[in-house]
């Protein structure tokens, strides 16, 4: 604990790791199997338990609660762990939940990403790095979410669905399907309404990339063939691609839920 500054208040349990230039404030809490890393701020009343390890530089706000048991009635006490990246903002109200012997025993979030006020991630999910869940945003288990995912305000994600990289999610959403890498979502039950052109262009992909994106979505979601048969043709016209070849492997992967799909046009 050496140059960390940790407040009288603070309890920090036998066991606990925590590195240097480390700050804990008023009235947290830290069990002894928790691991924090060079950095790590918990500003005050921060509850940090079970076998949960935060990573460099990661601030935690007021009143989260991350690492306690999963809200799941088959978990059994089974030593699974939370695994929280760099340079992470948690703020109030956040929980986060370690995982379950059902699904792979380990909750993992990347680095840079911003849970707002109140979002929650579940057990066993699996979120990238530059997420930003915002407030009251809930991941259900076992949800995987990829690179550069906003999901809005209110929303809420399904158990076990997938969501791309790039792709934003419309606050308010009941997120029932999978969403394609690059998507806009969005709906008291999501539809997917285009691409996530903004987001693209903020990232800084090229506008000749992301007309081809266009193209592709539009061909993969138009009116000819079965869905599988437009698969495969976006495959072999875009082929040599990767940005819209990301869209045909998380298409062609898919496997406890179907695509989002756009809403069908009324005749």
């Given at each position: 604990?050496?140059?960390?500054?940790i407040?009288?208040?603070?309890?920090?349990?036998?066991?606990?790791?925590?590195?240097p230039?480390?700050?804990?404030?008023?009235?947290?809490?830290?069990?002894?199997?928790?691991?924090?890393?060079?950095?790590?701020?918990?500003?005050?009343?921060?509850?940090?338990?079970?076998?949960?390890?935060?990573?460099?530089?990661?601030?935690?706000?007021?009143f989260?609660s991350?690492?306690?048991?999963p809200?799941?009635?088959?978990?059994?006490?089974?030593?699974?762990?939370?695994?929280?990246?760099?340079?992470?903002?948690?703020?109030?109200?956040?929980?986060?939940?370690p995982?379950?012997?059902?699904?792979?025993?380990?909750?993992?979030?990347?680095?840079?990403?911003?849970?707002m006020?109140?979002?929650?991630?579940?057990?066993?999910?699996?979120?990238?790095?530059?997420?930003?869940?915002?407030?009251?945003?809930?991941?259900?288990?076992?949800?995987?979410?990829g690179?550069?995912?906003?999901?809005?305000?209110?929303s809420?994600?399904?158990?076990?669905?997938?969501?791309?990289?790039?792709?934003?999610?419309?606050?308010?959403?009941?997120?029932e399907s999978?969403?394609?890498?690059?998507?806009?979502?969005?709906?008291?039950?999501?539809f997917?309404?285009?691409?996530?052109?903004?987001?693209?262009?903020?990232?800084?992909?090229?506008?000749?990339?992301?007309?081809?994106?266009?193209?592709?979505?539009n061909?993969?979601?138009?009116?000819?063939?079965t869905?599988?048969?437009?698969?495969?043709?976006?495959s072999?016209?875009f082929?040599?691609?990767?940005?819209?070849?990301?869209?045909?492997?998380?298409?062609?992967?898919?496997?406890?839920?179907?695509?989002c799909?756009?809403q069908?046009?009324?005749?």
């Open positions: 604990m050496t140059n960390s500054k407040h009288p208040t603070a309890i920090i349990e036998d066991g606990a790791h925590i590195a230039d480390v700050t804990i404030g008023p009235y947290c809490v830290v069990g002894p199997h928790v691991t924090l890393d060079q950095g790590v701020t918990l500003k005050s009343h921060v509850n940090i338990e079970g076998r949960t390890h935060v990573g460099a530089g990661t601030t935690i706000f007021p989260a991350i690492g306690s048991a809200q799941d009635l088959k978990f059994g006490g089974e030593p699974s762990r939370l695994i929280i990246g760099k340079n992470n903002t948690i703020r109030e109200h956040v929980t986060m939940n995982g379950t012997e059902h699904g792979g025993m380990e909750t993992r979030v990347g680095d840079n990403c911003l849970f006020m109140a979002s929650h991630v579940a057990h066993d999910c699996q979120v990238g790095n530059n997420v930003i869940l915002a407030n009251n945003a809930t991941l259900a288990g076992h949800v995987v979410v690179n550069y995912v906003i999901i809005g305000g209110l809420a994600v399904h158990q076990f669905i997938r969501i791309g990289d790039h792709a934003i999610i419309g606050g308010m959403s009941g997120v999978d969403v394609i890498p690059y998507g806009r979502v969005k709906g008291e039950r999501a997917l309404a285009g691409l996530n052109l903004i987001g693209l262009e903020r990232r800084g992909f090229d506008k000749g990339d992301v007309k081809k994106i266009q193209r592709a979505y061909q993969l979601f138009g009116d000819e063939g869905f599988e048969q437009r698969v495969d043709s976006v072999n016209d082929g040599d691609d990767d940005t819209i070849m990301k869209i045909v492997e998380f298409a062609k992967a898919k496997d406890k839920f179907p695509l799909q756009p069908k046009k009324s005749a």
